[in-house]
Nanobody, 121 residues
Framework: QVQLVESGGGLVQAGGSLRLSCAASGTIFSINAMGWYRQAPGKQRELVATITSGGTTNYADSVKGRFTISRDNAKNTVSLQMNSLKPEDTAVYYC???????????????WGQGTQVTVSS
């Protein structure tokens, strides 16, 4: 069983910063891509940023230049540094990882429980 545990959400004023962290634990052979997604009330879950095991990153246009994703492959962690936050960044942020539990198994998608980020105007 693989678990992703997020931390670092909270309430911040517009223009402020927050750092989200996510740690994967359990039976893990390898992790492919890791990423962050978010879901605002009444909206669909959307991609925020992803990073491959090799360090290639991908960002939603709405966060480019403001958010930075990073990971520590040795510790199975991924972080999201969020700067210049806007009220429209308010959402529940979910950590995601593509995890292989055995050498012969396929990669499966694992989600964290989510952490609330609220940006006040």
């Amino acid at each position: 069983q693989v678990q992703l545990v997020e931390s670092g959400g909270g309430l911040v004023q517009a223009g402020g910063s927050l750092r989200l962290s996510c740690a994967a634990s359990g039976t893990i052979f390898s992790i492919n891509a890791m990423g962050w997604y978010r879901q605002a009330p009444g909206k669909q879950r959307e991609l925020v940023a992803t990073i491959t095991s090799g360090g290639t990153t991908n960002y939603a246009d709405s966060v480019k230049g403001r958010f930075t994703i990073s990971r520590d492959n040795a510790k199975n962690t991924v972080s999201l540094q969020m700067n210049s936050l806007k009220p429209e960044d308010t959402a529940v942020y979910y950590c995601n990882a593509e995890v292989k539990v055995k050498i012969w198994s396929a990669y499966v998608n694992v989600w964290g429980q989510g952490t609330q980020v609220t940006v006040s105007s």
